[in-house]
């Protein structure tokens, strides 16, 4: 009996889990440690955070998917390997046996160089935690009238811009609040008013979405500023600093409802008082500062530390690095996928895309591997197709050189996402 672990539930282990459903391997017994039941998929991320789709839609059932695949599912973090010992190091189970072990763990936004963001920031990443502190913010602006949402997104990239668009379009919406309350409407201009929401968004280069064309960059520029989300280019944050108090107006509701807030009433007891709800101040390298209600950060990818600690090869960004093959450079038993890897031939952009397509050629050779047969070499696609929703069931595509603006393309995107999640039921 040999020992197959997977270490977390991204796109390719999901796929990898369906294919052994399909076609197992006799005398091999597989494990997957993940620390969610439920994996969300980033494809329809977005679209959740607008309102668009609800939890189940988005996310994948693990559980169920390993009992198909006749695997073991461990809810626990990992946090090391043992290579001496072939074992996979727990945050609070025993140690894992392993023959061969596969990564695919994604990745978390850098916050560590910034003072503060680490402890005041909400990342884009991981998943769970981010929309726990979404859930939350939508709930304290539906009992909370009297205060503007000041809302500050760090990162001017695809996952920022999309970010940003995605969110006002979900507190904008009138069945929020009910009672005719109508102040965050999206007016026919695409503006929200300004005294009611406030998005900032934060870049420090002087183009947003690097990575894609001149045509894409600047028709999502105009876009942003139609709607009144402020942007903030050539402003790198220095720094972010909570303050610990608010001015609230007398018989207000507390932002705060139940076991967040240390005065647990629906409405305040403190009227004309200090409310005990923190507020932020971002800090940026030019003497721009910014207060706000919450941080969003959005920045460039980086890798779990325990990686590279374990004795893993890793880039200069601490990323994976595997061959052609998806295999370890430096460890012929190990492979990786999705973020969490980097293709040495292959540099490639932190995107589910590639992670999704490497989830067959991930299979193959951890069945050829199991079996003492060659590996297949696996060769991404060159340019990619990125569909980025604008938050009003609208997209636009980029690839290359190419965009296209339509509401078929959200449709188009929302029937491909659909179509994957459905392998997965």
């Known amino acids: 009996m040999k020992d197959l672990v997977l270490i977390g539930g991204g796109h390719s282990h999901a796929i990898v889990l369906k294919m052994f459903g399909i076609k197992p391997l006799p005398s091999v017994r597989l494990t997957l440690i993940s620390d969610v039941l439920y994996a969300p998929y980033s494809g329809m991320l977005p679209g959740h955070v607008a309102g668009f789709y609800d939890y189940d839609e988005c996310h994948i059932d693990l559980r169920s998917l390993a009992e198909f695949a006749g695997c073991q599912i461990l809810v626990d973090r990992a946090i090391a390997i043992d290579f ?29 160089s910034v003072p503060g963001a680490a402890e005041y920031a909400i990342p884009a990443k991981p998943v769970p935690e981010f929309l726990a502190s979404w859930n939350q913010l939508i709930s304290a602006t539906q009992n909370y009238r ?66 894609h064309n001149k045509r894409v960059r600047r028709r999502l520029k105009e876009i942003l500023i139609s709607r009144g989300i402020q942007l903030h280019l050539m402003e790198k944050v220095s720094a972010v600093e909570k303050q610990e108090m608010m001015q609230i107006t007398s ?23 200090r409310c005990p709800m923190p507020i932020y101040q971002i800090y940026c390298e030019s003497g721009l500062k910014i207060e706000c209600d919450r941080i969003f950060w959005v920045t460039q990818a980086s890798a779990a530390r325990w990686i ?45 895309v590639f992670a999704v397509r490497q989830g067959k050629p991930l299979f193959e050779n951890l069945q050829q591997c199991l079996l003492a047969k060659p590996l297949k070499p696996f060769a991404p696609q060159e340019k990619y197709l990125g569909l980025i929703g604008t938050g009003n069931k609208r997209a636009i595509a980029s690839r290359g050189s190419w965009m296209w603006e339509s509401s078929l393309l959200w449709y188009w995107k929302d029937w491909i996402d659909r179509q994957f999640m459905q392998k997965f039921s």
């Open 146 to 211: 009297e205060k503007p949402v000041r809302i500050a997104i760090v990162g001017g990239g695809a996952g920022g811009v999309e970010l940003a668009l995605n969110m006002q379009s979900r507190l904008a919406k009138k069945e929020r609040f009910g009672n005719g309350f109508n102040g965050w409407i999206l007016r026919e201009d695409g503006r929200v008013n300004q005294e009611e929401l406030e998005i900032h968004l934060f870049h420090s280069g002087a183009q947003l979405m690097p990575a």
């Open 251 to 273: 018989d207000a509701q507390c932002p705060m409802p139940n076991a967040q807030c240390p005065m647990p009433d629906a409405r305040c007891p403190m009227p004309d008082a």
């Open 308 to 352: 590279g600690e374990s004795g893993l090869a890793t880039d200069s960004n601490g990323f994976m690095q595997v061959n052609d093959c998806l295999q370890s450079v430096s460890h012929p038993n190990v492979f990786g996928a999705g973020d969490i890897a980097a293709m040495v031939n292959y540099p490639l952009p932190k995107a589910g």
């Open 84 to 112: 001496n010992k072939n074992l996979v190091i727990c945050q609070t189970r025993p140690p894992i046996n392993f023959d061969v072990l596969s990564v695919d763990i994604g990745s978390t936004p850098a916050t560590i």
